[in-house]
């Protein structure tokens, strides 16, 4: 057996699904080695829940000697702020979590990976799907969205693309439901048009949505893997989708974890304030307390993770949850 089908082969064992794996294989033939990605977003300061997404990736590549790429998606500019980009270097760097690809530090993200380096190849795609018909132009408000004033008409309105103050929407046919297969779950259905109705593909801003970025980054940098919370199952099967009408050549291995929840239930979320870890480190936290918390997160009480080495140690995919465990610990002021 050559060393690419021998590592092919304990690839499949590891995750032990043996009915589910049609797809992978083809991926990981042609594939010479995992290569999966961070992608936070410098939109507010890391929680747990990102640290624990940044942790499975981490393992999941490091187990298989693959690769890792530091992704930053920057495209929101109302969100952008410097010290969240700073803090996306001092939590990884805090965690013990390394990265193979990508920038070294926020200076030489912003010089030479920033998403706005390449609208090109974003445009490109977008060029793609407007010359398919694919793309119509909605000038409804997120509030009109939202309330359910937009509607087919708007597509069959047939407004210019350049139509000032107009999103670009994809347009979708009735009822399509998009298989995605999942490292740890086996073969999942999103019914896209219920979940993500003619999703936005350029803002208002006339700058790319995240579904375009998002599949554009993925191509652009070789990614085979992808980690990313089970909220994102649309945005897989979104992505997938436009991977196809374009024609390109997108065959990637999911994992979609589940989320993090604080004790009311809430999911843990930048927007929403949850407790940062850089606050949470300001209130005292060493690098072991992370560490026990995200492994209290998992699920994981009986045993003693306190670094990324642990993690690593202790990981597999099959011991994730179905559901991660609330922090109650996590209210401010109450940590220690
Ligand atoms: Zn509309």
């Known amino acids: ?39 936070p977003t410098p939109s507010g300061y890391l929680h747990l829940g990102n640290a624990l997404s940044f942790a499975i990736t981490w393992a999941l ?10 992704r930053i998606d920057d495209l929101d500019t109302d969100r952008f702020r410097t010290e969240y980009l700073q803090d996306i270097f001092d939590t990884l760097h805090f965690l013990g979590l390394d990265w ?10 912003t010089r030479n990976y920033t998403q706005h380096t390449r609208l090109k190849t974003y445009q490109a795609l977008l060029d793609v799907l407007v010359s398919k018909g694919l793309a119509y132009a909605c000038t409804c408000s997120r509030k009109e969205f939202a309330d359910g004033l937009h509607s087919k ?22 009822s399509l439901i998009i298989n995605v ?35 554009c980054d ?19 099967a ?9 024609g390109l050549h997108y065959q990637v291995a999911f994992l979609h974890h589940p989320l993090a929840y604080e004790a009311a239930g809430t999911k843990l979320s930048k927007s929403h304030g ?35 080495k642990d993690f690593l140690h202790y990981f597999r995919v099959d011991l994730l949850p179905g559901q991660l465990s609330s922090v109650p610990q996590l209210s401010r002021g109450t940590i220690y």
């Open 1 to 39: 057996m050559c060393k690419a089908c021998k590592s092919l082969f304990q690839f499949l064992n590891w995750f032990s699904a043996p009915n589910s794996y049609i797809l992978q294989t083809k991926v990981y033939h042609t594939a010479k080695r995992l290569k999966t990605r961070f992608a």
């Open 61 to 70: 590549a490091r187990q298989q000697n693959g690769l890792i790429l530091l």
């Open 100 to 109: 193979d690809e990508g920038p070294v530090d926020g200076d030489d993200y």
């Open 153 to 174: 008409e708007c597509s069959e309105k047939k407004l210019p693309l350049t139509t000032p103050e107009a999103a670009w929407r994809i347009r979708l046919p009735e």
């Open 181 to 215: 297969h999942d490292l740890r779950w086996g073969a999942c259905k999103v019914h896209l048009t219920d979940t993500m109705p003619d999703f936005v593909l350029r803002g208002k801003n006339e700058l790319p949505a995240y579904q375009v970025a998002s599949l």
């Open 218 to 236: 993925d191509i652009y940098y070789g990614i085979n893997t992808i980690v990313r919370g089970q909220d994102l199952l649309p945005s897989t």
């Open 238 to 246: 979104a992505q997938t989708f436009l991977a196809t009408q374009a």
């Open 274 to 308: 949850s407790l940062s870890i850089c606050e949470m480190r300001k209130a005292g936290a060493t690098t072991k307390d992370i560490w026990n918390m995200i492994a209290r997160l998992a699920g994981w009480h009986h045993v003693d993770i306190t670094c990324a």
